[in-house]
C-alpha cells in the first residue's frame, strides 16, 4: 500500500517576498463576508449534550439551498469541513485495500487522506466536462467501491460537469449500485457555474458535501453533508463516538453570513470578479498559443513540459505558481495559476513571463 504522501508546504512557503502568490490556492479575502456583523445576529439557547447534531435553522437553510441547486437532500449531517465529511464516509465504508476512484489531477488534500487511509486511488482521467467516460466506467470495473468527484470549479482544472457528462455518468453509475458517490462542491455560489449532481435521489449510497470555506471563510470550518438516510446515518453515528457535533455556535454563524442577503450579493459579485480573473489569463494564454483549462473557480491549469523548470523560472520572474505533482496521479505534467486575485490588468504580462520560459530562446521577444 503506497505511504502518504508529503505534507502540502505552507502558504507562507508558497512565495517569497516581492514575489506574486498564485500557489496557494487560497480565495480572495477581500471577496470574503465580514465575520464582526454576523455575530451580533447569532440566536439560540445552549446546546447540551444528547441533542441534534445539526442546528435547525441553519440545516433548513442548507436544504433549502441544495434544493434550489436541484438536489433532493433526504438527511443532512454536518462536519468540520469537506475533508471531515469525505475521511467519515469512506472510514465507514471502505476497508483498507479498497480502491477509490479519484479525477486525475485531483486536490492534493484527497489524493493524501485516500492514501493515508490505505485505500488505494484509481485515477480518472479529465477533460473541461469532467471525468472522463470510459475512464471512469473503467475504474469502477477494476473495483472502485468509492468515487469522488467535484462537480464544478475542480481543483486544480476548473473542470465543470456538464449536463450530458453528468447523463453519461449516471447511466454507468446504474450499473455500479453498490458504489459510494461522493461529490465534493466545495464552491457552490462562487464556483460560476451550475452543479449536475450525479446520484441525488437515488437510492445507491450518495453525499454531496457543500464546505463553506471558499466562500464564507477557510476558518469557519463547516460543512454540510446531504446525502441518502443510510450515509448520513453512517456520518452522524461515527461522528457521535469521536467530535460528537460541529458547534452550533458555528453553525449559526454561518447561517448568518450564508443567509444574509447583503453576502448572497457578495457571493454572486465575487462569483463575477473570479471568472473575470480566471478568464482574462486564459484569454492572455491563448493568445500567445498557450492551452489551458479552467472552466470554473479560480484556477487554471496548463500543461507544460517540466514543472520544476518552469516554477522556477516564473519565480525568478516574480510569480509563484504550484506545480503540478502533487496534483498528478498519472496525468502530463502541468502547472496550476491561482487567479483568486490576480490583477486582470497583469494577465498579459504573466502569460509573456510563461510564453517566455517555455521558450527561453524567445524570451527577447516576449
Do not use: C
Not at 43 to 70: I, N
Not at 130 to 147: Q, V
Not at 293 to 299: I, Y
Amino acid at each position: 500500500m503506497a505511504s502518504p504522501r508529503p505534507g502540502p508546504r505552507a502558504a507562507s512557503d508558497a512565495a517569497g517576498v516581492g514575489v506574486v502568490d498564485l500557489a496557494s490556492g487560497h480565495p480572495d479575502p477581500a471577496l470574503l463576508p465580514p465575520i464582526e456583523p454576523a455575530l451580533g445576529m447569532i440566536r439560540g439557547g445552549r446546546v447540551m449534550y444528547g441533542g441534534d447534531g445539526v442546528d435547525a435553522p441553519f440545516g433548513a437553510f442548507a436544504a433549502a439551498e441544495l434544493e434550489a441547486d436541484g438536489v433532493a437532500a433526504p438527511a443532512i449531517a454536518v462536519t468540520s469541513g469537506a475533508l471531515d465529511g469525505i475521511e467519515r464516509i469512506l472510514r465507514d465504508y471502505l476497508r483498507a485495500g479498497d480502491r477509490v476512484a479519484l479525477e486525475d489531477p485531483s486536490a492534493p488534500a484527497i489524493v493524501d487522506l485516500v492514501t493515508a487511509s490505505a485505500l488505494a486511488p484509481i485515477g480518472v482521467p479529465i477533460d473541461e466536462a469532467g471525468p472522463r467516460p470510459d475512464m471512469f466506467e473503467r475504474a469502477l470495473r477494476r473495483g472502485a467501491r468509492a468515487a469522488i468527484v467535484t462537480p464544478r470549479a475542480q481543483n486544480p482544472t476548473g473542470a465543470v460537469i456538464t449536463p450530458e457528462r453528468a447523463d453519461r455518468l449516471r447511466r454507468i453509475l446504474r450499473r455500479f449500485p453498490d458504489v459510494v458517490v461522493i461529490e465534493n462542491d466545495y464552491a457552490a455560489p462562487i464556483a460560476g457555474a451550475p452543479i449536475a449532481a450525479l446520484r441525488s435521489g437515488t437510492r445507491s449510497p450518495w453525499a454531496i458535501i457543500r464546505s463553506t470555506s471558499k466562500f464564507l471563510g477557510p476558518d469557519l470550518r463547516v460543512a454540510v453533508v446531504a446525502g441518502d438516510e443510510t450515509t448520513i446515518g453512517r456520518v452522524t453515528g461515527r461522528q457521535a463516538l469521536g467530535a460528537r457535533w460541529v458547534s452550533h455556535l458555528l453553525q449559526r454563524l454561518a447561517l448568518a453570513l450564508w443567509s444574509d442577503p447583503a453576502n448572497g450579493r457578495r457571493f454572486a459579485r465575487a462569483s463575477e470578479l473570479y471568472a473575470v480573473r480566471r478568464e482574462a489569463l486564459r484569454a492572455a494564454l491563448a493568445a500567445r498559443g498557450i492551452q489551458a483549462l479552467g472552466g470554473s473557480g479560480f484556477n487554471v491549469w496548463v500543461p507544460v513540459p517540466a514543472e520544476s523548470a518552469v516554477v522556477q523560472r516564473l519565480a525568478s520572474r516574480g510569480w509563484a505558481v504550484a506545480a503540478g505533482e502533487r496534483f498528478r496521479l498519472h496525468s502530463p505534467p502541468a502547472i496550476r495559476v491561482t487567479t483568486s486575485t490576480l490583477d486582470p490588468a497583469d494577465a498579459a504580462r504573466l502569460a509573456a513571463d510563461l510564453a517566455a520560459t517555455l521558450r527561453p530562446s524567445s524570451a527577447a521577444l516576449a
